[in-house]
């Protein structure tokens, strides 16, 4: 997993998910960019770790305030080799 991937890619679908909902939020753009990365990229092992995020404080679906905690999950996550 590369965190710095998944922040450009999340930024590129924020980008386009606004055009037609200006309700979408920077931290769901994240979320999903980052699960619809694991779950079609990621190990199972990956899959069960990013799960463990969900609910976590650093779970930035519901709270853009998260989404530097987020990162640095991620970047946890990427370090750990989970792929």
Same mark, same amino acid.
């Given at each position: ?10 930024n ?21 960019? *980052?699960?619809? !990365? ?5 190990s %199972?092992?990956?899959?069960? +770790?990013?799960?463990? /995020?969900? $609910?976590?404080? *650093?779970?930035? !679906? ?5 989404? %530097?905690?987020?990162y640095? +999950?991620?970047?946890? /996550?990427? $370090?750990?080799?989970?792929?």
């Open positions: 997993m590369n965190a710095d991937y998944i922040f450009e890619k999340a590129e679908d924020f980008v386009k998910e606004r055009q037609n909902n200006p309700f979408y939020r920077w931290g769901q753009a994240c979320w999903n960019t *980052a699960e619809d !990365f694991v779950k079609t990229k990621g %199972q092992k990956l899959k069960n +770790a990013f799960e463990g /995020l969900r $609910g976590s404080d *650093a779970d930035c !679906f519901y709270n853009d305030d998260a989404t %530097q905690r987020f640095e +999950a991620l970047k946890i /996550l990427e $370090g750990e080799k989970n792929e």
